[in-house]
């Protein structure tokens, strides 16, 4: 199981950085693409020109979107891969803090607890408010 574990971290480290390097060189020539399209539309000032480079200009925040969560999701896997978050939750962590912190930001308790969870922690459910001071 070990072994299934380091190859499995392995393999999406590999696949990651795989798909930021392709992000960033897709990013490189969309950059390449709205030079050449900005120079073709000082000379001719068409539309049509006018509309590609608006559309690349879209392609591009597009593209440092998506650059930018892929490389938030590596620096998470990579930070949180010596924490077990599942165990703290259930054996460290007061579930009335989990709870009110889940009223106060609006989100709903099904994303943090599974449901053999929320019938374990059903009191602290019905007890704990958004106001819920520690």
């Not at 009223?103 to 019938?119: A, L, M, S």
Request: charged residues 35%.
């Amino acid at each position: 199981m070990l072994v299934f574990q380091s190859l499995n971290i392995a393999y999406f480290y590999y696949t990651i950085h795989f798909q930021i390097d392709a992000k960033k060189q897709d990013i490189k020539q969309v950059k390449k693409d709205i030079k050449a399209i900005k120079a073709d539309y000082k000379q001719a000032k068409s539309i049509k020109t006018k509309t590609l480079y608006e559309n690349k200009k879209k392609a591009l925040a597009r593209l440092e979107e998506q650059l930018n969560k892929l490389e938030v999701q590596a620096t998470d896997k990579d930070e949180n891969k010596e924490i077990a978050l599942g165990t703290s939750k259930l054996n460290y962590l007061d579930p009335r803090i989990s709870v009110a912190w889940c009223k106060k930001h609006g989100v709903p308790i099904e994303k943090v607890y599974n449901k053999t969870q929320r019938d374990k922690f059903r009191w602290a459910i019905d007890m704990a408010t958004e106001h819920f001071v520690f």
